[in-house]
């Protein structure tokens, strides 16, 4: 049973301390919870406390092996919103069973021009144009790999790694050498247990070359001989018909590559009705806008490719019934941050609850007897 303190607070964030966060900018916000998320975890206590409210386990139904690496609950935090490891430390205390840092890149980033998001409660959704701002490979590593030791042992950490995002990075000799660059720092680090390679930024300069079948090919060549210890997975474009998609995983299964990540933000507006979102804010959507999407992909990548890529389900969880329902699709994790935006952090661990009777229901003794259950 959930910590009933962990329910009044969800009630206490929906009606009380979102509609005053919502009243300023969305940028300011982000920067003030990262900032206060950092401060308070360094505090005497305050994780252990976080985690007796709000963390919910249950080894027998949750916990999975997966590309040797243990998860000890499906739910992960997805990249973009603990861009330099500075969250790291309170993430397993809210219930998170991994966490995603980054994306990023091997030279620091200060990202696009602000704003960066914009809100569409409406959709429940977020408009990103972040532009992969981070401190720079090098140093987010030295941070991670600091902290670990001390209290993350038992907590799978990603490194989602991009590509720079300057003018000077635009050819694709230059981005796969920034890519590389970025891996063999990370090859030989044991605090980071996976690597995430993220091909399907849309908010940067020289767009997404690497969502093209042969010029993936060459970057994954390059990536095969950094010689990675760890695990690596593929961050996906949603936006691609069928037959595109499934080309990149044609070339994707010729390569050291365990898992895909499905997916990335949605670039089209056409579910938003005139006047939702003025031309002139920049950024493409998380959130609902890309929960159908991630759905269907997750569904195809199962049927095609379910025995030889591990599929990680992002987009549009907001509930248990979300989460539920991609990993019966195909998923053996899920990830999210949009719907701790809109739920309050309290979500985690609420998933976590609910999935676990959702097994006992239908008769499952652990997740992974669900995981593409419901695929057609």
Not at 43 to 63: A, M, Q
Not at 65 to 94: C, M, Q, R, T, Y
Request: proline share 6%; aromatic share 6%; glycine share 8%.
């Amino acid at each position: 049973m959930i910590h009933p303190i962990a329910n009044a607070s969800g009630i206490l964030y929906r009606h009380a301390i979102k509609p005053i966060l919502f009243l300023q900018s969305p940028d300011r916000v982000h920067a003030a919870t990262v900032r206060l998320g950092a401060s308070v975890s360094h505090v005497p206590g305050v994780n252990s406390l976080l985690k007796s409210i709000l963390r919910v386990d249950r080894p027998e139904t949750l916990s999975q092996s997966i590309d040797g690496v243990h998860f000890p609950n499906p739910v992960g935090l997805a990249a973009g919103l603990d861009k330099n490891a500075e969250l790291l430390p309170l993430l397993p205390a809210v219930g998170f069973g991994f966490s995603t840092i980054g994306s990023v890149t091997y030279l620091p980033c200060e990202g696009n021009p602000k704003p960066w998001y914009f809100r569409l409660p409406k959709h429940k959704s977020l408009v990103v144009h972040n532009g992969l701002a981070n401190d720079g490979a090098e140093k987010v590593l030295a941070h991670v790999s600091t902290i670990r030791p001390k209290s993350l042992l038992r907590h799978p950490v990603v490194l989602s790694v991009a590509k720079t995002n300057i003018r000077e990075v635009c050819t694709d000799e230059a981005a796969i050498a920034d890519y590389v660059g970025s891996l063999k720092l990370l090859r030989d680090n044991e605090a980071v247990s996976i690597i995430e390679i993220n091909i399907s930024c849309p908010n940067t300069f020289g767009g997404e070359p690497f969502t093209d079948a042969p010029r993936l090919d060459q970057l994954l060549r390059a990536v095969d001989g950094v010689g990675l210890h760890q695990p690596v997975w593929i961050k996906m474009p949603i936006n691609l018909q069928w037959d595109e998609f499934n080309s990149l995983l044609d070339v994707i299964v010729t390569h050291s590559v365990q898992s895909v990540t499905i997916g990335n933000l949605n670039k089209s507006r056409e579910s938003l009705a005139t006047g939702d979102l003025a031309d002139t804010i920049q950024g493409n959507l998380s959130g609902l806008p890309t929960q159908a999407l991630s759905d269907r992909l997750i569904e195809q990548t199962y049927r095609t490719y379910g025995d030889r890529l591990t599929i990680i389900g992002v987009g549009g969880v907001f509930s248990a019934e979300d989460a539920y329902r991609k990993i019966c699709l195909g998923a053996h994790l899920v990830e999210l941050i949009t719907g701790v935006v809109y739920e309050g952090p309290q979500l985690v661990g609420q998933i976590n609850r609910d999935i676990d009777k959702y097994l006992r229901r239908d008769g499952f003794t652990n997740i992974s007897e669900a995981v593409g259950s419901h695929a057609s």
